[in-house]
């Protein structure tokens, strides 16, 4: 679609001549899905979408408890820290963003007052200054005014280094001013088209300077209100115990009218996901199960018991393998898996082409995920203007074998290829779940027929996707030769997405391993192609560069991925919930309600 024809379309929609929905379906016939839709309208004027859910009761409270199932069990409540998703959905229930992203990706206002637009003065000509006009009368829980000073304070807060926050990307090159108590502006360098990101959704949450202004920096791990948040969110905090409960009452001054409808919230974790979908699907134990990973199949005999409902809703999260190329097994400085070392056989690009070949992605969809994901070449998938044309993946025995033959790799007397007296043994790594360990097997039969062995380690969801630092075993240490996770896509727009391929985010002991590049690979190219993404206006010129910082790692065979996930859920079929694919699941959680 020409620039003269996409001009002529929204114009159409300012004057009523065509809908919200007509333009959006117009666009999708060409490539361009609902968020980035949704993202030029807003950017022309137009006002986004309500969200989603239409939020009925009458009334504030009433509503009983509400039970959330979490089979990866929450480890903290900071959402600064929270570099898995459990505690990223269990810190949104207390804190929350500027805005959040609804499940057409429209961006919903929150904490905010209104959406930035250019109409309303929000957003710059140029690109460089977002001004956000903050709600009035909100309240932290403990009964201290929000004001544009705790907006400002989480800036500093998780732009210092020292503080070592997972959300720091998002905040190092921006400079954030007070106008008034009801205002701030965001400053980029450069003009910047994705500006949604600071202060929005998962990244985003606003944190009381009262409560967190004595530990940023160095002391931000000692916070008593890491693990007992005070926030202005629909619930305040009860208790909780890490790795197991965390439980909530109804917030009587929240700042939305009749909500929230529930008067108590529980989020329980542990157990795994067949066991959580059964607890809502078939018992109606509880209310909703998040990250349903279990096979399609089982999940439809599930369904026709009656209790419960399957949502599933698009979205950019993706499972993937990583080979590292790092040595795992070496330690320097205190850390193993170091940028100082070098794989001793993942480094060569011919073994990491060839394990890609060993891959079945079709059986893997087929057999295991169903609605759970499509068979994919490409880490970015979604919006599909972002996805690469020209990544294609294969199955192929017979040619991994010939490649790792060409590459000099012999089989030895125990059947494993080896060279210079190393050989192609592998630990792969996941957590334990069902379709991983299918996954596993599948992958390692076939590696079995070219010559490589792969022991296969599955560790507990509780454990893998911890923010524990201490702990050796979760996914961001990375202290294994290859493994695999589902990463989510917190926003329509995969800039911050790909900050995963950046060298300046590589996971390490320095950042605690809260660094979002996990692989440890850099790039100079890609690091070059992302940095120029960030300030590129034109949408097709800004689309082409991300394309390439994904293409570069795929191509090179580090990241290796599988399916492109959507996410599925279950409720009780009289829970109203309002499930986003581009946000957590919790994100709008103020609005759920029982019909």
């Not at 117009?26 to 899905?33: C, K």
């Not at 169903?370 to 044309?389: D, L």
Request: proline share 5%.
């Amino acid at each position: 679609m020409d620039e003269r024809t996409l001009s002529g379309l929204i114009e159409n929609v300012k004057d009523g001549a065509i809908s919200r929905r007509s333009f959006i379906r117009r666009l999708a016939a060409v490539g361009i899905t609902a968020p980035i839709a949704s993202q030029i309208l807003a950017w022309n004027d137009v006002a986004m979408a309500q969200a989603s859910l239409q939020y009925k009761p009458t009334k504030a409270g009433g509503g009983g408890p509400l039970k959330i199932l979490l089979w990866q069990a929450p480890t903290l409540l900071n959402p600064h820290f929270a570099s898995g998703t459990k505690d990223q959905i269990a810190g949104r229930i207390f804190f929350e963003p500027l805005a959040g992203w609804d499940k057409e990706g429209n961006l919903t206002p929150q904490l905010a007052a209104e959406v930035p637009t250019r109409a309303n003065g929000g957003l710059s000509a140029d690109g460089t200054v977002v001004t956000w006009k903050l709600k009035q009368g909100v309240k932290w829980h403990d009964g201290k005014p929000f004001t544009a000073d705790d907006v400002v304070f989480t800036w500093e807060y998780a732009a210092d280094p020292a503080t070592a926050a997972y959300t720091t990307g998002s905040y190092t090159n921006i400079k954030v001013e007070k106008v008034d108590d009801h205002t701030v502006k965001v400053i980029f360098k450069e003009p910047t088209p994705f500006w949604a990101d600071p202060f929005v959704g998962v990244v985003g949450q606003i944190l009381p300077k009262h409560h967190f202004g004595e530990y940023k920096g160095a002391k931000s791990r000692e916070a008593p209100a890491n693990l007992k948040p005070v926030g202005t969110g629909p619930y305040k905090f009860v208790d909780f115990k890490p790795g197991d409960i965390l439980t909530g009452v109804r917030n009587e001054d929240y700042h939305v009218k009749n909500q929230p409808h529930f008067d108590t919230i529980e989020v329980k974790g542990g157990g795994d996901a067949v066991s959580a979908a059964r607890a809502v699907l078939q018992t109606g134990e509880f209310d909703y199960a998040w990250n349903l990973q279990v096979e399609d199949e089982v999940l439809k005999k599930m369904e026709t018991g009656g209790r419960g409902k399957v949502s599933a809703v698009a979205s950019g999260d993706i499972e993937f393998i990583i080979l590292n190329t790092t040595d795992p097994w070496t330690e320097v400085d205190g850390e193993r898996s170091s940028v100082k070392t070098k794989h001793p056989t993942l480094s060569d690009p011919k073994v990491r082409e060839a394990i890609n070949l060993l891959i079945d992605r079709d059986s893997i969809q087929k057999f295991i995920y169903g609605r759970g994901g499509t068979a994919t070449a490409s880490f970015v998938n979604e919006p599909k203007q972002f996805k690469s044309q020209k990544l294609k993946y294969e199955f192929n025995i017979e040619k991994a074998n010939k490649i790792l033959d060409e590459a000099g790799y012999k089989k030895g007397s125990d059947g494993i290829r080896e060279k210079d007296g190393k050989k192609l043994k592998y630990v792969y790594q996941t957590s334990i779940n069902a379709p991983r360990q299918k996954t596993q097997a599948i992958i390692k039969q076939a590696c079995q027929k070219v010559g490589i062995d792969l022991e296969l380690k599955s560790v507990t969801a509780s454990v893998f996707f911890s923010s524990d630092v201490a702990n050796p075993d979760t996914y961001t240490k990375l202290y294994v030769d290859m493994e695999m996770y589902t990463t989510t896509q917190p926003q329509p727009d995969p800039e911050r997405f790909l900050n995963q391929f950046v060298s300046w985010e590589i996971a390490n002991k320095e950042n605690k391993w809260l660094g979002r590049n996990v692989s440890r690979y850099s790039d100079p190219e890609a690091d070059k192609a992302y940095k120029a993404a960030q300030k590129e206006l034109d949408p097709a010129k800004r689309a082409a560069l991300l394309i390439k910082v994904n293409e570069i790692f795929c191509e090179a065979n580090v990241i290796l991925p599988l399916l492109s996930r959507t996410r599925v859920a279950a409720s009780v079929t009289n829970l109203m919930h309002d499930h986003s694919g581009w946000d957590v699941d919790t994100w709008n959680v103020a609005a759920w309600y029982r019909s």
